[in-house]
């Protein structure tokens, strides 16, 4: 099984390649770069699944129609939330001060926004829901998530976004303090990827001998319907399978 991973944030990418790279049942990783074709999905979802799923099916019908029909599609929608703040930056962790704020500067100001705030009111999570989509059209999503607290001051030179400012209590090291082994092991996305991985292994079916819904879709040109992701959630039942942190 082949797996196109719906994201052009190269960070997402490292961490889903590498933790993808020990699963028996994958037999590649690419993004959507690496198929030479340019596609940003869009996230007007509001909520994590919505976004993680809108990712997914955007991404999934434009790769069937040039062609990549036989690949699982899987997006990460993922974001920092802090209690203090009342939940935000959440599912606009990106845009939070501008998408090409750097991060020195976001962390920074979270920290001066919560410079009164005391350390047992400093708690906060990663959260990442990672939708798929199989070549027959069968589509799953699952939770991840991590507590923490916000630090004081930025530590740290490994990972991305607000690894720098995120206090891994049982560590006693913010995330980027971390090495990337170790982050993968207890990270929101190494949690949710971990369920993805499980329901993969679990398959009886060979997953390369189903057909392929996604083509046929393509072909129907049912790729200009209106999809309601709303619709495709609550059909899933989620909730999903959420794992403690
Ligand atoms: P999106 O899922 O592309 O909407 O954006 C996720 C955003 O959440 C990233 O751009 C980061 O700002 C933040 N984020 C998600 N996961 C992590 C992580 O593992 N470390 C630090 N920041 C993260």
Redesign the pocket.
Known sequence: MRIVLA?N?A??VQ?LKTMLKECSSVSGVSCISDTGLAFVPQ?TGGTFEA?AMQKAVETAEFLAKNGYDKAMIVA?????EIDALGGE?G?D????MGRETP?TIRNARIIELLADVPDEKRTAR?V?VIACIMPCGEKHMFRGKIEGIIAREQRGEN?????PI?LVPEYGKV?AELSGEE?NAI???GRALGQMVEMLDAQDTPLDTFDYELAKRADNDTATETIAFDEIIDDLGIGCDELQG
């Open positions: 994201t944030n960070n997402k961490e996230e976004n990460d929608d993922s974001g920092l930056p599912v962790s990106a845009l939070y991060y990663f990442c990972g991305f976004g607000y690894d995120f995330m982050k990270s929101h996305r």
